[in-house]
């Protein structure tokens, strides 16, 4: 029981994290795509949490979704000038 | 049409090629040999409660060493294309006022969350994290500093010496480990203490406060560079 | 004696549990974007803190410096984010709903609101 609420859990995630990864494809705002990969390392920490290894998660939290959306949002800015 | 038929095929392509291995796919019960070797003797050697560190730092120290060496090699880059050309580092840039909820609230956050960074690089031995979550942990203190606070400059010649001497130290810590233990990186350097405590584990924490020292302010001044070459319309 | 405590905080959970549901059908319903942010945000933090409580509550000994250091964190980051992102939206120009009568933002602010910031290099 307790390992199928784990594979249900790590299911929807990665169907989550599909999702933002379409959106970062086929949207043709360059905002949108970037937030949505922003979304795809969250939900990423979040599975690596579940599959017991904090250490990953919190360098994906961190550096996935926090910096590396933040130098995509300079550069595009910095593009559109 | 054509092309999208073709992206359907390939994809059920693919998935018939990836089935039988999901199908024969069977999770092991057991450590492999390696793996049972840390698992039975990594805290014993290293002192560090942590296994994940002690693997990392002590028996790959050397690729951690490789791992650093890459992210400093990346930042040198960046920092050397985006200050090439002159007529991109401009001499002011003009920003929206930020608002006062944002600044007020952010001298209580920022000092919160680089100790938060210090926490977990120092407490590396005993929990998870260590020196390059700090360190990303302390760039985005940073990142929210430059946010909340137009005026805040880094200093790039202090940047510059803390990263240097923390690279220095890492190296010197690993080649005092070839003369006073048993090889490069050997954290044995200093008393092992007892497991469990903060003052154990021989040289990790010291390594990982000077790792995360250095991996906080190699992100931060990326972060700096992308900042000063920004105009918002 | 403690098994109160972990009917207490069972309490605390649920409640919390359905003001987070509340937020998000809150952000389902409403007609625009800073509505939405408004119950997202209130409700959400409200939720969260139960649940924070109820935790605490279920097993206090180990957990409590830890949670209270979360909540203190919650409550400063959580409206502070929304405002910082509900600002944003404003001055980049994201839609009201046709009911919207005041909009007090615009009379605070007038031509003067940018700010030239020298760079040091």
Known sequence: MDNFILTALASVLGIASIIGAYVAIHNSKLTVAIIATGIVSLVASVLFLLLAAPDVAMTEASIGSALTTAIFFFTLNKIRQ | MGKKTLIVLLMVAMAAVLY???????????????GQYYADNGVQDTGAANLVTSVVV??????????????FLAASV????????????????????????????????????????????????????????????IASGTL???????????????????????????????????????????????????????????????????????????LSNVLGIFVESQNEQ | MGNILDILGGIFLVVGSLSLLIASIGIYRMPDFYNRIQVGTKASTFGLLLIVVGVALI?????????????????????????????????????????????????????????????NG
């Open chain 2, 78 to 137: 960046i920092s050397f294309f985006l200050s090439f050309k002159k007529e991109d580092r401009k001499e002011s840039r003009e920003i929206r006022n930020i608002t006062e909820i944002l600044t007020t609230a952010s001298q209580v956050l920022i000092p919160m969350i680089y100790m938060l960074g210090v926490y977990i690089f120092v407490n590396g031995h005993l929990t998870p994290g260590g020196g390059f979550q700090g360190g990303a942990v």
């Open chain 2, 20 to 34: 039988p291995l999901y199908e024969s796919y069977q999770g092991s019960e057991q450590l492999t040999e390696l």
């Open chain 2, 58 to 71: 002590t028996y790959r120290g050397l690729d951690t060493l490789g791992e650093v060496t890459i992210l």
């Open chain 2, 144 to 218: 929210l500093m430059f946010l909340s606070n137009p005026d805040f400059k880094l200093s790039h010649k202090v940047i510059h010496y803390v990263e240097s001497t923390s690279g220095v130290v890492f190296v010197l810590i690993g080649v005092l480990g070839i003369f006073m233990a048993g090889g490069f990186l050997d954290n044995r350097i200093l008393g092992l203490g007892e497991v469990n405590t903060l003052f154990s584990a021989g040289a990790i924490p010291v390594i990982y406060t000077f790792l995360g020292l250095k991996v906080g302010t190699e």
């Open chain 3, 59 to 119: 097993s206090p000994i180990t957990w409590i410096g830890k949670l209270i250091a979360l909540m203190l964190f919650v409550l400063f980051t959580n409206p502070i984010s929304s405002h910082v992102i509900a600002r944003a939206a404003y001055f980049t120009k994201v839609p009201f709903t046709k009911e919207t009568k005041v909009d007090k933002l615009h009379d605070v602010i007038s031509e003067g609101h940018m700010k030239k910031v020298k760079n």
